[in-house]
């Protein structure tokens, strides 16, 4: 079983519409969930970050994590065709003078206009 | 700030050669970590580099090595090269301290024919 879970897609919805993306995780000692874009043949980039259960929202952005369930998500308000791009979870460790950033596959999602 | 940059940007080997990949962290950061993607993939952890010393290893093979500096830049190295070394390597930094999240840079793409 892979640590990080993530349906890789691709996912297609008009411009405007709410997305949802989804991760699962299996090591309960995971600590941080991350959400990063990467558009094709780029470096991902950060676009979110927790610690706790909850939510936390920046912008059009909210991720939330349920621990309990071990189950991260983001959603995209109002999505624009800009956000077409592929969008990986990740969890982080850090343990014992390192720090584990696992990654889950990546969900390739296409806004159209 | 310059962030994380990588060198160099495209890469074209031929199998059973040789290869160095280079990795100036962003500043502040003094952790190094280094990872594969494979086209439509997650990245995949190789290792990590923490005061000059490798931290952290993923599940690949010896063929892979790495070194810090005391700048905290890296370099990834790569011997024997296999078509299946064929991606994008990413390098991420970070802060061991301060637990600050892992900015990547845009990454070196690597073509083994």
């Known amino acids: 079983q892979k640590e990080v879970e993530q349906d890789p897609g691709p996912l297609s919805v008009p411009e405007g519409a709410i997305v949802s993306l989804n991760c699962t995780y299996s090591?309960?000692?995971?600590?941080?969930f991350m959400w990063y874009r990467q558009y094709s043949r780029k470096g991902p980039e950060l676009l979110m970050y927790?610690?706790?259960?909850g939510n936390k929202e920046d912008g059009r952005f909210t991720a939330q994590v349920d621990k309990s369930s071990k189950y991260i998500s983001l959603f995209i308000r109002d999505s624009q065709p800009s956000d077409s791009a592929t969008y990986l979870c990740?969890?982080?460790?850090?343990?014992?003078?390192?720090?584990?950033?696992?990654f889950g596959t990546g969900t390739k999602l296409q806004v159209i206009p | 700030d310059a962030g994380v940059t990588q060198s160099p940007t495209h890469l074209i080997k031929t199998r059973g050669q040789q290869v160095t990949l280079r990795c100036s962290p962003k500043?502040?950061?003094?952790?190094v970590s280094w990872y594969q993607q494979a086209l439509g993939q997650g990245p995949q952890f190789i290792f990590q580099?923490?005061?000059?010393?490798?931290?952290q290893r993923g599940n690949f093979p010896d063929r892979f090595s790495g070194h810090q500096f005391p700048n905290y830049s890296s370099e990834l190295n790569v011997n024997a090269l296999l078509l299946g070394d064929s991606a994008l390597y990413l390098c991420?930094?970070?802060?061991?301290?301060?637990?600050?999240?892992?900015?990547f840079g845009q990454g070196t793409r690597l073509t083994v024919v």
């Open positions: 090591n309960s000692a995971f600590q941080y």
């Open positions: 927790t610690y706790s259960s």
């Open positions: 500043s502040g950061h003094d952790t």
């Open positions: 990740a969890t982080r460790l850090n343990s014992g003078g390192y720090q584990k950033v696992t």
């Open positions: 991420a930094s970070t802060s061991m301290s301060a637990y600050t999240e892992a900015f």
């Open positions: 580099y923490y005061e000059e010393e490798e931290r």
